[in-house]
Structure formats: C-alpha cells, structure tokens
Nanobody, 126 residues
Framework: QVELVESGGGLVQAGGSLRLSCAASGRTFSSYTMGWFHQAPGKEREFVAAISRSGDSTYYADSVKGRFTISRDNAENTVVLQMNSLKPEDTAVYYC???????????????????WGQGTQVTVSS
C-alpha cells in the first residue's frame, strides 16, 4: 500500500515555473515506477512524465519535453515535477501515481498505475 500526497500547485503567469512534489508513505517506494498525469476540465487524464524505480530513466509526453523534468529521491520517498516555461494549456489538476516496474513508454496509460494522489491544481494565466 502506498499513499501519495501532491503539493506545490498554484497560479502562475505564462512563461513562469512551478515545482510539484509528491510525498509517498510506505517502505516500498523504490519498488514503484512513478508517473505524473494531468486532467483539464472535461478532458481525460493525460500522461505527463514517468521515472523508473532507480531514477536513471525518464519518459515525457511530447507536449512537455524540454520544459518539464521529473526526478525522485528514494531516500526521502519523494518525486518532483519541475515545470518551466509554462503555457496556458498546461492548466489542469496534476496527479502523481505509483505503478509496477516496466518499460516507461508503456506506462503512459492511467490503467498502468495502482496508486494515485488527490491532485494539485496548476493554473497558468496568459
């Protein structure tokens, strides 16, 4: 069992930055692939980024490549999403998720993850 709590969302102007954090409970954090998803009103939940158990591999949605960076600290049981050059279309609720290990390019569907946080709102104004 893993409990996930996101923080760091807020309101920012286009071109600005935000740093989202996800704190995980439980002793098995390092055994999970971690991912970030976002969901805008009226839309499906979409993949943003994923990171392998050790943190040595990452995978990003095309829409955020070069702007967002995912990282993790297994000693602190945290995963971070650094978001730079934010755009109004990045506005959404952002969720972190934990799932079993596997190829990161196959971890882009929400159904591949077992545990979810409650989400944190990110709003980017134009």
């Amino acid at each position: 069992q893993v409990e996930l709590v996101e923080s760091g969302g807020g309101l920012v102007q286009a071109g600005g930055s935000l740093r989202l954090s996800c704190a995980a409970s439980g002793r098995t954090f390092s055994s999970y692939t971690m991912g970030w998803f976002h969901q805008a009103p009226g839309k499906e939940r979409e993949f943003v980024a994923a990171i392998s158990r050790s943190g040595d591999s990452t995978y990003y949605a095309d829409s955020v490549k070069g702007r967002f960076t995912i990282s993790r600290d297994n000693a602190e049981n945290t995963v971070v999403l650094q978001m730079n050059s934010l755009k109004p279309e990045d506005t959404a609720v952002y969720y972190c998720a934990a799932g079993p290990a596997g190829p990161l390019n196959l971890r882009t569907w929400p159904s591949r993850y077992e545990y979810w946080g409650q989400g944190t709102q990110v709003t980017v104004s134009s």
